[in-house]
Protein backbone atom coordinates (compact mmCIF):
# COMPACT_ATOMS: atom_id res chain seq x y z
CA UNK A 1 0.00 0.00 0.00
CA UNK A 2 2.51 2.41 0.64
CA UNK A 3 6.10 3.36 -1.27
CA UNK A 4 9.17 0.16 0.06
CA UNK A 5 11.92 2.71 1.14
CA UNK A 6 14.95 1.89 -1.26
CA UNK A 7 13.61 -1.80 -1.57
CA UNK A 8 12.27 -4.22 -3.68
CA UNK A 9 8.76 -5.88 -3.10
CA UNK A 10 5.42 -6.11 -4.99
CA UNK A 11 2.09 -5.59 -6.48
CA UNK A 12 2.03 -2.37 -3.51
CA UNK A 13 1.03 3.81 -3.30
CA UNK A 14 2.85 7.48 -2.80
CA UNK A 15 4.04 8.92 0.55
CA UNK A 16 1.28 10.18 1.40
CA UNK A 17 -0.63 7.04 2.42
CA UNK A 18 1.64 6.56 4.89
CA UNK A 19 0.40 9.17 6.70
CA UNK A 20 -3.15 8.33 5.26
CA UNK A 21 -3.05 4.92 7.51
CA UNK A 22 -2.24 6.36 10.09
CA UNK A 23 -4.78 8.72 10.74
CA UNK A 24 -7.44 6.41 9.48
CA UNK A 25 -6.26 3.98 12.03
CA UNK A 26 -5.61 6.20 15.16
CA UNK A 27 7.03 -9.37 -5.71
CA UNK A 28 13.79 -10.56 -8.47
CA UNK A 29 10.64 -8.40 -10.39
CA UNK A 30 8.74 -7.23 -7.42
CA UNK A 31 4.63 -7.37 -8.05
CA UNK A 32 4.70 -3.79 -6.55
CA UNK A 33 7.15 -0.97 -6.76
CA UNK A 34 10.09 -0.26 -4.44
CA UNK A 35 7.76 0.82 -1.92
CA UNK A 36 7.61 1.20 1.97
CA UNK A 37 4.76 -0.42 1.77
CA UNK A 38 1.88 -0.84 4.35
CA UNK A 39 4.25 -2.70 5.59
CA UNK A 40 6.56 0.27 5.79
CA UNK A 41 7.80 0.40 9.41
CA UNK A 42 9.59 4.07 9.10
CA UNK A 43 8.43 7.43 9.24
CA UNK A 44 10.22 9.56 6.55
CA UNK A 45 11.89 12.67 6.78
CA UNK A 46 13.90 14.20 3.20
CA UNK A 47 17.16 14.39 2.78
CA UNK A 48 18.76 16.12 -0.01
CA UNK A 49 17.72 15.42 -3.94
CA UNK A 50 19.04 16.59 -6.50
CA UNK A 51 17.20 19.27 -8.70
CA UNK A 52 16.22 18.08 -12.06
CA UNK A 53 14.08 19.58 -14.84
CA UNK A 54 13.45 19.75 -18.56
CA UNK A 55 15.84 20.62 -20.84
CA UNK A 56 18.56 19.51 -23.80
CA UNK A 57 19.62 17.03 -21.44
CA UNK A 58 16.16 15.29 -20.69
CA UNK A 59 15.44 16.44 -24.13
CA UNK A 60 18.48 13.76 -25.56
CA UNK A 61 17.57 11.29 -23.23
CA UNK A 62 14.09 11.00 -24.10
CA UNK A 63 14.75 10.95 -27.18
CA UNK A 64 17.32 7.67 -26.95
CA UNK A 65 14.27 6.43 -24.45
CA UNK A 66 12.11 6.54 -27.70
CA UNK A 67 14.35 5.01 -30.27
CA UNK A 68 14.97 2.08 -27.75
CA UNK A 69 11.31 1.40 -27.12
CA UNK A 70 10.39 1.52 -30.78
CA UNK A 71 13.43 -1.44 -31.01
CA UNK A 72 11.56 -3.39 -28.67
CA UNK A 73 7.99 -3.25 -30.50
CA UNK A 74 6.40 -0.37 -29.24
CA UNK A 75 4.52 1.84 -32.01
CA UNK A 76 5.48 4.98 -33.07
CA UNK A 77 1.83 6.41 -32.15
CA UNK A 78 1.91 5.17 -28.84
CA UNK A 79 5.17 6.52 -28.30
CA UNK A 80 4.02 10.08 -29.75
CA UNK A 81 0.82 9.22 -27.03
CA UNK A 82 2.68 8.65 -24.27
CA UNK A 83 5.88 11.00 -24.50
CA UNK A 84 4.48 13.82 -26.23
CA UNK A 85 5.25 16.88 -23.50
CA UNK A 86 6.57 14.63 -21.27
CA UNK A 87 8.35 16.16 -18.39
CA UNK A 88 10.44 14.87 -15.14
CA UNK A 89 8.42 15.88 -12.27
CA UNK A 90 11.21 17.08 -8.96
CA UNK A 91 8.22 15.62 -6.25
CA UNK A 92 9.23 12.03 -7.62
CA UNK A 93 12.72 12.38 -6.59
CA UNK A 94 12.23 14.48 -3.40
CA UNK A 95 10.04 11.18 -2.52
CA UNK A 96 12.98 8.50 -3.46
CA UNK A 97 14.98 10.88 -0.84
CA UNK A 98 13.29 10.23 1.99
CA UNK A 99 14.95 8.91 4.36
CA UNK A 100 13.89 7.05 7.98
CA UNK A 101 13.32 8.95 10.76
CA UNK A 102 11.86 6.22 13.16
CA UNK A 103 11.15 2.32 13.52
CA UNK A 104 7.77 1.52 14.14
CA UNK A 105 6.74 -1.66 16.02
CA UNK A 106 5.42 -4.18 14.82
CA UNK A 107 2.48 -4.16 17.15
CA UNK A 108 2.13 -0.12 16.84
CA UNK A 109 2.09 -1.52 12.58
CA UNK A 110 -0.04 -4.26 13.65
CA UNK A 111 -2.43 -1.84 15.40
CA UNK A 112 -2.94 0.62 12.61
CA UNK A 113 -3.09 -2.18 9.26
CA UNK A 114 -5.22 -4.40 11.20
CA UNK A 115 -8.06 -1.91 12.85
CA UNK A 116 -11.85 -2.72 13.21
CA UNK A 117 -12.33 -0.22 10.45
CA UNK A 118 -10.53 -1.89 7.85
CA UNK A 119 -11.91 -5.11 9.38
CA UNK A 120 -15.65 -4.25 8.91
CA UNK A 121 -14.70 -2.92 5.24
CA UNK A 122 -12.99 -5.89 4.68
CA UNK A 123 -16.09 -8.33 5.32
CA UNK A 124 -18.35 -5.72 3.27
CA UNK A 125 -15.89 -6.34 0.72
CA UNK A 126 -16.13 -10.04 1.08
CA UNK A 127 -20.02 -10.13 1.38
CA UNK A 128 -20.40 -7.63 -1.79
CA UNK A 129 -18.15 -9.32 -4.62
CA UNK A 130 -18.67 -12.85 -3.13
CA UNK A 131 -20.01 -14.36 -6.31
CA UNK A 132 -16.77 -13.18 -8.34
CA UNK A 133 -14.66 -14.01 -5.47
CA UNK A 134 -15.35 -17.43 -5.47
CA UNK A 135 -14.82 -17.91 -9.17
CA UNK A 136 -11.67 -16.28 -9.03
CA UNK A 137 -10.97 -18.85 -6.25
CA UNK A 138 -11.88 -21.75 -8.32
CA UNK A 139 -10.25 -20.92 -11.14
CA UNK A 140 -6.70 -19.98 -9.25
CA UNK A 141 -7.02 -21.58 -6.48
CA UNK A 142 -6.76 -18.78 -4.00
CA UNK A 143 -8.92 -18.10 -0.94
CA UNK A 144 -11.23 -15.15 -1.73
CA UNK A 145 -10.32 -13.57 2.15
CA UNK A 146 -6.18 -13.35 1.35
CA UNK A 147 -7.19 -11.47 -2.13
CA UNK A 148 -9.69 -8.96 0.14
CA UNK A 149 -6.67 -8.72 2.45
CA UNK A 150 -3.93 -8.23 0.17
CA UNK A 151 -6.33 -5.70 -2.00
CA UNK A 152 -7.28 -3.81 2.02
CA UNK A 153 -3.04 -3.56 2.59
CA UNK A 154 -2.00 -2.70 -0.63
CA UNK A 155 -4.64 -0.15 -1.30
CA UNK A 156 -6.83 0.07 1.40
CA UNK A 157 -9.60 -1.31 -1.17
CA UNK A 158 -8.69 0.63 -4.02
CA UNK A 159 -9.10 4.23 -2.49
CA UNK A 160 -5.70 4.97 -2.04
CA UNK A 161 -3.86 3.83 -5.50
CA UNK A 162 -1.47 7.17 -6.26
CA UNK A 163 -2.49 9.41 -8.71
CA UNK A 164 0.60 9.80 -10.18
CA UNK A 165 1.09 9.47 -14.06
CA UNK A 166 3.41 6.43 -14.11
CA UNK A 167 5.05 7.25 -17.38
CA UNK A 168 6.24 10.24 -16.41
CA UNK A 169 7.13 8.84 -12.66
CA UNK A 170 8.65 6.28 -14.38
CA UNK A 171 10.63 8.37 -16.99
CA UNK A 172 11.75 10.62 -13.71
CA UNK A 173 13.33 7.91 -12.23
CA UNK A 174 15.20 6.49 -15.11
CA UNK A 175 16.72 9.54 -16.10
CA UNK A 176 17.50 10.81 -12.18
CA UNK A 177 16.63 8.33 -9.90
CA UNK A 178 18.81 5.85 -7.81
CA UNK A 179 18.34 2.58 -9.94
CA UNK A 180 18.07 4.22 -13.35
CA UNK A 181 18.59 0.78 -15.11
CA UNK A 182 15.50 -0.88 -13.33
CA UNK A 183 13.17 2.20 -14.04
CA UNK A 184 13.98 2.28 -17.58
CA UNK A 185 12.87 -1.21 -17.97
CA UNK A 186 10.03 -0.68 -16.25
CA UNK A 187 9.15 2.87 -18.20
CA UNK A 188 9.47 0.32 -21.18
CA UNK A 189 7.04 -2.03 -20.13
CA UNK A 190 4.36 0.64 -19.35
CA UNK A 191 4.91 1.93 -22.89
CA UNK A 192 4.09 -1.86 -24.11
CA UNK A 193 0.76 -1.99 -21.90
CA UNK A 194 0.00 1.50 -23.28
CA UNK A 195 0.60 0.07 -26.65
CA UNK A 196 -0.75 -3.32 -26.37
CA UNK A 197 -4.57 -0.97 -25.50
CA UNK A 198 -4.57 -2.09 -21.68
CA UNK A 199 -4.95 1.32 -20.36
CA UNK A 200 -4.72 4.84 -22.12
CA UNK A 201 -1.89 7.23 -20.83
CA UNK A 202 -3.55 9.61 -19.13
CA UNK A 203 -5.53 6.92 -17.02
CA UNK A 204 -2.52 4.65 -16.31
CA UNK A 205 -1.35 6.63 -12.60
CA UNK A 206 -0.47 5.12 -9.73
CA UNK A 207 2.58 5.35 -7.10
CA UNK A 208 5.44 7.75 -7.46
CA UNK A 209 7.44 4.47 -8.11
CA UNK A 210 5.43 3.58 -10.79
CA UNK A 211 3.02 0.49 -8.96
CA UNK A 212 -0.39 0.81 -10.41
CA UNK A 213 -3.72 0.39 -9.96
CA UNK A 214 -5.82 -1.03 -7.17
CA UNK A 215 -3.31 -4.26 -7.02
CA UNK A 216 0.37 -1.38 -7.24
CA UNK A 217 1.90 -4.09 -9.72
CA UNK A 218 4.32 -2.75 -11.40
CA UNK A 219 4.61 -2.73 -14.96
CA UNK A 220 6.39 -5.62 -15.72
CA UNK A 221 4.42 -7.58 -13.18
CA UNK A 222 1.35 -6.19 -15.05
CA UNK A 223 2.78 -8.05 -18.45
CA UNK A 224 3.22 -11.25 -16.89
CA UNK A 225 0.21 -11.68 -14.36
CA UNK A 226 -2.49 -9.25 -15.18
CA UNK A 227 -5.86 -10.99 -16.73
CA UNK A 228 -8.85 -10.08 -18.73
CA UNK A 229 -11.09 -12.01 -16.51
CA UNK A 230 -14.30 -10.67 -17.76
CA UNK A 231 -13.67 -10.78 -21.40
CA UNK A 232 -13.60 -7.29 -21.80
CA UNK A 233 -10.85 -6.51 -24.27
CA UNK A 234 -8.53 -5.07 -22.06
CA UNK A 235 -6.54 -6.10 -18.29
CA UNK A 236 -8.01 -3.11 -16.04
CA UNK A 237 -6.19 -3.15 -12.35
CA UNK A 238 -7.44 0.44 -12.43
CA UNK A 239 -11.46 -0.39 -12.27
CA UNK A 240 -12.68 -3.60 -13.54
CA UNK A 241 -12.80 -5.58 -10.36
CA UNK A 242 -13.07 -8.93 -11.88
CA UNK A 243 -9.35 -8.02 -13.22
CA UNK A 244 -7.90 -6.78 -10.00
CA UNK A 245 -9.31 -9.97 -8.08
CA UNK A 246 -7.87 -12.43 -11.08
CA UNK A 247 -4.52 -10.74 -11.45
CA UNK A 248 -3.66 -10.95 -7.64
CA UNK A 249 -4.75 -14.32 -7.35
CA UNK A 250 -2.78 -15.41 -10.37
CA UNK A 251 0.00 -13.46 -8.99
CA UNK A 252 0.05 -15.46 -6.09
CA UNK A 253 -0.86 -18.85 -7.78
CA UNK A 254 2.22 -18.26 -10.14
CA UNK A 255 4.24 -18.00 -6.69
CA UNK A 256 3.07 -21.34 -5.86
CA UNK A 257 0.00 -20.29 -3.73
CA UNK A 258 -1.34 -23.28 -1.48
CA UNK A 259 -5.24 -23.85 -2.14
CA UNK A 260 -7.10 -24.86 0.99
CA UNK A 261 -4.05 -24.08 2.89
CA UNK A 262 -3.49 -21.45 5.90
CA UNK A 263 -0.72 -18.48 6.24
CA UNK A 264 -0.07 -19.10 9.61
CA UNK A 265 -1.21 -18.45 13.75
CA UNK A 266 -0.34 -16.99 16.88
CA UNK A 267 1.90 -18.88 19.43
CA UNK A 268 3.41 -18.72 22.64
CA UNK A 269 6.94 -18.54 22.69
CA UNK A 270 9.09 -19.30 25.63
CA UNK A 271 11.21 -17.91 27.91
CA UNK A 272 14.70 -17.36 26.58
CA UNK A 273 13.96 -18.45 23.14
CA UNK A 274 16.86 -18.77 20.47
CA UNK A 275 16.43 -16.11 18.61
CA UNK A 276 18.50 -18.26 16.01
CA UNK A 277 15.52 -20.09 15.42
CA UNK A 278 13.32 -17.53 14.57
CA UNK A 279 13.02 -16.60 10.58
CA UNK A 280 12.08 -18.79 7.08
CA UNK A 281 15.23 -20.03 6.82
CA UNK A 282 14.66 -22.68 9.59
CA UNK A 283 11.79 -24.95 9.02
CA UNK A 284 10.30 -27.64 11.52
CA UNK A 285 7.66 -29.86 11.69
CA UNK A 286 5.32 -28.93 14.23
CA UNK A 287 6.45 -31.95 16.80
CA UNK A 288 10.12 -30.21 16.61
CA UNK A 289 8.64 -26.88 17.53
CA UNK A 290 6.76 -28.01 20.86
CA UNK A 291 9.87 -29.84 22.07
CA UNK A 292 11.31 -26.67 21.82
CA UNK A 293 8.41 -24.98 24.12
CA UNK A 294 6.22 -23.12 21.52
CA UNK A 295 2.69 -23.53 22.30
CA UNK A 296 -0.39 -22.12 21.07
CA UNK A 297 -1.72 -19.13 22.47
CA UNK A 298 -4.15 -20.26 25.42
CA UNK A 299 -0.86 -22.38 25.94
CA UNK A 300 -2.49 -25.47 24.43
CA UNK A 301 -0.30 -28.27 22.59
CA UNK A 302 0.08 -27.85 19.21
CA UNK A 303 -1.59 -30.10 16.66
CA UNK A 304 0.37 -32.58 14.26
CA UNK A 305 0.57 -30.65 11.35
CA UNK A 306 2.44 -32.85 8.56
CA UNK A 307 4.13 -29.54 7.35
CA UNK A 308 7.37 -27.43 7.34
CA UNK A 309 6.65 -24.64 9.96
CA UNK A 310 8.83 -21.03 10.63
CA UNK A 311 8.51 -18.86 13.61
CA UNK A 312 8.22 -15.39 12.91
CA UNK A 313 8.42 -13.00 15.29
CA UNK A 314 9.19 -9.23 14.15
CA UNK A 315 9.61 -7.83 17.34
CA UNK A 316 11.57 -10.52 18.45
CA UNK A 317 11.02 -13.25 20.66
CA UNK A 318 9.62 -11.26 23.84
CA UNK A 319 6.84 -10.04 20.84
CA UNK A 320 4.03 -11.90 19.52
CA UNK A 321 5.13 -14.94 17.73
CA UNK A 322 3.64 -16.79 15.11
CA UNK A 323 4.05 -20.26 13.45
CA UNK A 324 3.76 -20.18 9.55
CA UNK A 325 2.60 -22.70 6.39
CA UNK A 326 4.95 -22.24 3.22
CA UNK A 327 1.92 -19.91 2.13
CA UNK A 328 3.19 -17.19 4.13
CA UNK A 329 6.32 -17.24 2.31
CA UNK A 330 4.41 -16.42 -1.21
CA UNK A 331 2.88 -13.45 0.91
CA UNK A 332 6.42 -12.63 1.46
CA UNK A 333 7.28 -12.31 -2.09
CA UNK A 334 5.05 -10.15 -2.77
CA UNK A 335 6.36 -8.22 -0.10
CA UNK A 336 9.56 -8.78 1.33
CA UNK A 337 8.27 -7.89 4.39
CA UNK A 338 7.35 -10.00 7.60
CA UNK A 339 5.31 -6.82 8.99
CA UNK A 340 3.56 -6.69 5.31
CA UNK A 341 2.99 -10.83 5.42
CA UNK A 342 1.67 -11.34 9.06
CA UNK A 343 -0.56 -8.15 9.03
CA UNK A 344 -2.15 -9.48 5.69
CA UNK A 345 -2.75 -13.02 7.20
CA UNK A 346 -4.34 -11.54 10.51
CA UNK A 347 -6.09 -9.25 8.18
CA UNK A 348 -7.47 -12.69 5.88
CA UNK A 349 -8.44 -14.14 9.37
CA UNK A 350 -10.58 -11.20 10.46
CA UNK A 351 -12.43 -10.55 7.16
CA UNK A 352 -13.27 -14.24 6.99
CA UNK A 353 -14.38 -14.74 10.97
CA UNK A 354 -11.97 -17.01 11.63
CA UNK A 355 -9.06 -18.08 14.03
CA UNK A 356 -6.86 -19.29 12.68
CA UNK A 357 -5.59 -22.62 14.13
CA UNK A 358 -2.72 -25.52 13.46
CA UNK A 359 -6.37 -27.26 12.00
CA UNK A 360 -7.73 -25.26 10.05
CA UNK A 361 -6.64 -24.59 6.61
CA UNK A 362 -9.04 -21.56 6.19
Same mark, same amino acid.
Not at 252 to 273: D, I, K, M, N, Y
Not at 330 to 351: C, E, H, P, Q
Given at each position: ????A ?7 G ?8 I????A???A ?7 A???AA ?12 A??A???G???E?A ?6 P???A?LK ?11 ? $?KQ ?9 YRS???NA ?5 GQ????? #????L @?K???? #????P ?5 ? +? ?5 Y??Y ?7 A ?6 YA ?7 R ?10 D??D ?9 W ?12 T??? #? ?6 S?R??? +?A ?9 ? @?????? $? +? ?10 R??A???? @?LI??K ?6 ? +?Q ?7 D ?13 V???G ?5 Y???P????I ?6 ? #????T???L ?7 QTS????D
Amino acid at each position: MFERAKGMGVARGSAFLVVALILAACASTPAVAPKTSAASTTAATSSAAPTIAAGPAFDAWLAGLRQEAAAKGVSNPTLDAALKGLQPIQEIIDLE $HKQPERTMTFVEYRSRVVNAQRVAKGQEMLAE #YRPLL @NKVATT #YGVQPQYIVAL +WGVETDYGRYTGGYPVVAALATLAYAGERQDMFRKELIDALKIVDEKDVAPEVMTGSWAGAMGQCQFMPSTFLG #YAVDFDGSGRRDI +WADQADVFASMA @NYLASL $H +WTAGQSWGWEVRLPAGFDE @NLIGLKVQKQAGE +WQALGVRNLDGSNLAAVDLPLSVVAPDGPSGPGYLVYPNFQVIMKWNRST #YFATTVGLLADRIAGVQTSALTGD
